[in-house]
Structures are given as structure tokens and as C-alpha cells.
């Protein structure tokens, strides 16, 4: 089987065709009409068995027989492959469809278990941030840095045209942020320096999605990452929360904590005696 024939019997059974229904529909756009036995050579699928796939072939609409003057002679002919593919897209977006209707009434189902999906490169995680912006129907919430920024910028862009609602803070200057903050006045720029903890602690990415799905990852040094997908309502990014209050009231927080916050101890309360 050659380079073309090997994708094309991949695509179909990536497409739900059995084995023995790929290596004929591929033998027959090799070949055809043929019939059984000219299939059976040329696909390696046991002659005992050849007529049996045909026929399943014919029924899904993937090949058809064709008449002959020899009326004991059974030919066969794929169909044309951009006709197939149109009706199998037809046929998945009908499935869609009834799965759809049929599920529906149990999208908030107590019984769901809460999934998480590994995130271990900065493709996947660009990739699914990306996802995640275009497929928002409401609202995004991010807290991201600069590299990241750059990628998601026209998906950001495309989805505050379409009058999405975004909340999103940038750890470090980007031109474009200007651009998307005239579209969408809960863009804002991080106000205090974090580079220097990048070694360290990594850069953060938070993206949520209409308050449902949400993406949570730390891109580390050499492009490690490590994050999560999740529906989990609980992972929703404060982050953009506390950039606000720190904006609004921050001599006095910054007096008590340091311009920076490094003066900030979970286990133990602000020393308030100097301020």
C-alpha cells in the first residue's frame, strides 16, 4: 500500500470503517469495477469474507454495484470520495444532533464526576486557550503573561467584537493590550513587577470561560508546563479581583505589605505597628 493509499485507509478508519471495509473501499479506487476476487487480491482481506464487506460498503453508501452484461458477474465501484465524505459529515452532524436532544437533560446532572485534563506542553496550553476563547459565549476571565498574550491576542480581539465580556490581567507590557482594553474596559496591566519570580514559580495561566470551563497552568523555565483542564466551578481566577482593590486603595496596602506584596505572609498577620 502506498503513502496515499496508507493516509486514506487511516481517514476511514479514523471515520468509523471497519478493517476489511477501508482496505476495499481502497482497493476499489485503485481498481474498478472489480469484482470480489480482484478486490480480495488486491486488499488482502480473505476471499471467504470479500462479498460480505462489499455489500456493507454498498449499504453505508460507500460504494454501489454496478450492472453488467454478465448478469453471474457481481461488479463493484467506490463512490466518489468528496460525495462520501459529504454524506458521512451529514450523517455525524445528525448523530450530533440527536445526541444533543437526548443529553441535555442531564448536563447538570449530580452525578457527573469532575474530570481534569493534564495539560503538559505550552502548545496544549495555547491550544485549548485558544479553543477556549473562540468557543466563550458570555464572559472570560484570564490571568496571563506577555508570551502567552501575543498567541491568544486576535482570538481575545475576535471574541470582545462579538461582545464578549473580559476580565483579564497581563503581568507584563504588551502593545496590544491597548488595542483590546478600547474594546474592553476589564483589561487591565499588572501593576508590580512579578518577572523576578519566574524562575522560581513560572508564569501563571488562568483562563475561564463563562464561568464554567477553566484552564489553570504555570508554564516553567525550558517551556515545562504543568496544568489542567476543568469544568470545576471552584477554579475561577480572583487574581483579577485583588489587582482591582490593589489599584483602588494601594498606598495604604502597599505601606503594610511592601510595593511588591513581599512583606504578604499567609501564616501570620500584617504587622500594622509602623503604618
Not at 159 to 171: F, M, N
Not at 219 to 234: C, I, Q, W
Request: hydrophobic share 40%; glycine share 6%; net charge negative.
Amino acid at each position: 500500500m502506498d503513502n496515499r493509499l496508507k493516509d486514506a485507509y487511516d481517514a476511514l478508519m479514523a471515520l468509523g470503517f471497519g478493517n476489511y471495509e477501508a482496505k476495499a473501499y481502497c482497493a476499489l479506487l485503485t481498481r474498478s469495477p472489480a469484482n470480489g476476487y480482484q478486490v480480495a487480491q488486491a486488499s488482502g482481506i480473505p476471499r471467504a469474507k470479500i462479498y460480505e464487506c462489499l455489500q456493507r460498503l454498498v449499504s453505508r453508501g460507500a460504494a454501489i454495484q454496478v450492472e453488467s452484461q454478465d448478469s453471474a458477474a457481481r461488479l463493484f465501484a467506490p463512490t466518489d470520495p468528496k460525495e462520501l465524505l459529504n454524506n458521512i459529515a451529514g450523517g455525524l452532524e445528525a448523530s450530533m444532533d440527536r445526541a444533543r436532544d437526548a443529553l441535555k437533560h442531564f448536563e447538570d446532572s449530580p452525578r457527573m464526576v469532575e474530570v481534569l485534563w493534564r495539560i503538559t506542553s505550552r502548545q496544549d496550553l495555547v491550544d485549548r486557550g485558544l479553543k477556549l476563547t473562540n468557543d466563550a459565549h458570555k464572559t472570560l476571565h484570564a490571568a496571563i503573561w506577555t508570551e502567552e498574550f501575543a498567541k491568544l491576542l486576535p482570538n481575545l480581539l475576535a471574541a470582545a467584537e462579538r461582545g464578549l465580556r473580559i476580565a483579564l490581567v497581563l503581568y507584563d507590557p504588551h502593545p496590544g493590550l491597548a488595542e483590546l482594553q478600547k474594546l474592553c474596559p476589564g483589561v487591565i496591566q499588572h501593576n508590580r513587577s512579578k518577572r523576578q519570580a519566574i524562575p522560581v514559580m513560572g508564569r501563571q495561566f488562568v483562563l475561564v470561560a463563562d464561568m464554567e470551563r477553566c484552564i489553570t497552568g504555570t508554564v516553567f523555565p525550558n517551556n515545562v508546563v504543568e496544568g489542567v483542564f476543568t469544568m470545576n466551578l471552584g477554579l475561577v481566577n480572583h487574581e483579577i479581583y485583588l489587582e482591582r482593590v490593589m489599584v483602588a486603595a494601594g498606598e495604604p496596602i502597599t505601606e503594610i505589605f511592601g510595593s511588591d506584596l513581599e512583606r504578604l505572609d499567609p501564616f501570620s498577620p500584617p504587622d500594622t505597628s509602623t503604618s
